[in-house]
């Protein structure tokens, strides 16, 4: 019988709440087949559940505890993952509660090495970075979930076999009242690094796991410094290691630095122990003042993925399918494009929009996009933490030259998560279209935001589903006119989005949304001229563009973004 | 200050491409495969003045 824990987590600035175990119906022999039960509530599992909901699709979601993770854990979100967020129509408590942040500043021997400043356009809405606890992530995601009205939450739910055929899945569901069996014609697996489900099938990661070990530490401090990512090369106190420093909401500070080799979790955090490092990182940033720890914790890093993300009924995300290094805020941000793509596929599969194999283009765009994290991160992470002395020692003489010269700094470049470009995705269209545009947002790109006023962006429009951006100076073309009814008439969602040079009044009525655009931001963006079309996926990737609108066109390029077609 | 001649890619080929054949010539011979790789590319270079300020850029803050 599972037994989760019942008591609140220890915190000293989050109130754990408990979610109740609830009997559920199969318990009680009224079985029914769910669409889509989903393993896992953290990020990725209740973001998943969340767009499922956006697009009409009831799931269950099962959860082993009774409630949120232990610790700040991802604590920084980046601007694709707020943009994810904003679309899924939750992005409001985060940034009431978050820390925007843009730069970073790196150290040698106390003398500051190499400053970063993020890119950041005026037209973006959100900043490169936000700071904020996964409690207060999980929280969030916890009441946007409740909210939808369709996702049947079960805490204290924990998934002990799993059996599948061609037709469907059956989960073995162990609970504090005893198990169950739970039919479903779809399993969503985000349980996590240590994915059950991936151990149940058997599946095997692959690519490397990197040697060191870091300890992350939490404490409460009244220390003096803004938000921004602070590294520290090879102190006094550490010698040959880093340290890096994160500010949080609530007065609580991240501290991360490597372990001297040789040295075990168990003996990095004994209280002494950590104690003596955290007053040594404190001297470091010269913040010698009270402090009180929240939580710490032990990781290493690795560069691993599951070679395809679909297994038969079960299509697994975030850290289920893929370990990646925390250098470059990877796991949770990651994650979130991982559900982003996966939620509208399988939503559109689910309701007979979509023929499985839309499923499959899931997996190879993000295999595609973990294989190229992991190569990416595995350069930062052979920098931050060297696997052998051939690594440690070019380290030290890129840290050595820092102080005299600067060709070399560029190496400091942390990499941040950004998001991935679907260019070789099966399911965009007419390449010859796509390149006969002179810039703009290329097919597979994510699309981009444009500031049309104060605290009124592009993005903020946007409703659930494909978009479809026409582009018009005073008349909407014939063409035009033909996509917008082509849309209209559409069996998945699309939007058709009018964007007018002259203002937009005339226009209203005649397509989904019109937006004036007189100063031509939007049509300069995305390098289209009168009479363009931009067809954009449900998860904000470009996939088809013409410079001159074609309903016939339109209907294919949306048959082929649904895997009903081959390519164009 | 040293001129930066290369692309952010290429500094990133040169340095996996050098730490991997530190590893390769093995801690005993680490120094001397350090030695012969700077004698190669001041070979390279042709130009000893050039070497020579390269030389003094290294000497810094070791």
Known sequence: ???????????????????????????????????????????????????????????????????????????????????????????????????????????????????????????????????????????????????????????????????????????????????????????????????????????????????????????????????????????????????????????????????????????????????????????????????????????????????????????????????????????????????DDLAWKLAFVISGLAPERLLDTYSQERVQAAREICEEGGKSTRFMTPPNQGFRLMRDAVLSFSLSETFANDLMHWRTSRPHDYAHSPLNSFPDDDAAFDGGIACGAPMRNVKLGDDDYLMDRLAPGFQLLLFTDNAVTTGQTAMIAAAKAAAVPVNSVLVAAAQGGALNGAADLVIGDAQGKIAAKYAAPPGAAVLIRPDGHVCARWRAADAGKFATALAVACAKKDAA | MMEKKFTNPQLEEVFDLIAEAIDAAGEDKRALFLAKLALALSNIIGDPAAVRRAVEAASKDL
Request: hydrophobic share 40%; proline share 6%.
């Open chain 1, 1 to 339: 019988m599972h037994q989760p824990e019942t008591t609140p987590r220890a915190s000293i600035f989050y109130d754990y709440q408990i979610h109740p175990f609830v009997r559920p119906p199969e318990m009680d022999g009224r079985a029914q087949t769910a669409p889509v039960v989903i393993v896992g509530a953290g990020p990725i599992g209740m973001l998943t559940a969340i767009e499922l909901a956006r697009f009409g699709v009831r799931s269950i979601l099962l959860e082993s505890e009774l409630q949120v993770s232990h610790g700040s854990r991802a604590i920084v979100l980046t601007r694709r993952s707020m943009e994810i967020l904003q679309h899924a129509g939750v992005a409001g408590p985060f940034l009431r509660k978050g820390l925007q942040w843009s730069q970073g500043r790196s150290f040698f021997r106390g003398r500051e090495v190499y400053t970063m400043v993020m890119p950041h356009d005026p037209d973006d809405r959100f900043l490169p970075g936000l700071n904020i606890q996964q409690q207060y992530i999980e929280e969030y995601l916890v009441e946007a979930v409740n909210a939808t009205g369709m996702v049947d939450f079960r805490w204290g739910s924990k998934v002990v076999g799993l059996t599948q055929d061609a037709g469907r899945a059956m989960l073995r569901v162990d609970t504090p009242e005893g198990e169950y069996d739970l039919p479903a014609q779809w399993v969503v697996a985000a349980d996590g690094g240590r994915s059950a489900i991936r151990r149940m099938l058997e599946l095997r990661m692959e690519g490397r796991s990197y040697a060191g070990n870091f300890v992350i530490a939490d404490i409460k401090c009244d220390i003096d410094l803004p938000t921004e990512r602070l590294c520290h090369f090879d102190p006094a106190w550490n010698p040959g290691n880093n340290v890096l420093v994160h500010r949080q909401p609530d007065g609580v500070w991240r501290i991360d630095f490597r372990l001297p080799d040789g040295e075990t979790a168990e003996d990095a955090l004994q209280p002494d122990v950590l104690a003596q490092r955290i007053e040594s990182v404190l001297d470091m940033i010269g913040q010698r003042k009270p402090w009180m720890l929240d939580w710490a914790t032990v990781y290493s890093a690795n560069t691993l993925t599951l070679p395809d993300f679909r297994a038969g009924r079960v299509l697994f995300t975030g850290d289920a399918a893929h370990l990646l290094p925390i250098f470059g805020v990877r796991g949770a941000n990651t994650g979130f494009q991982d559900c």
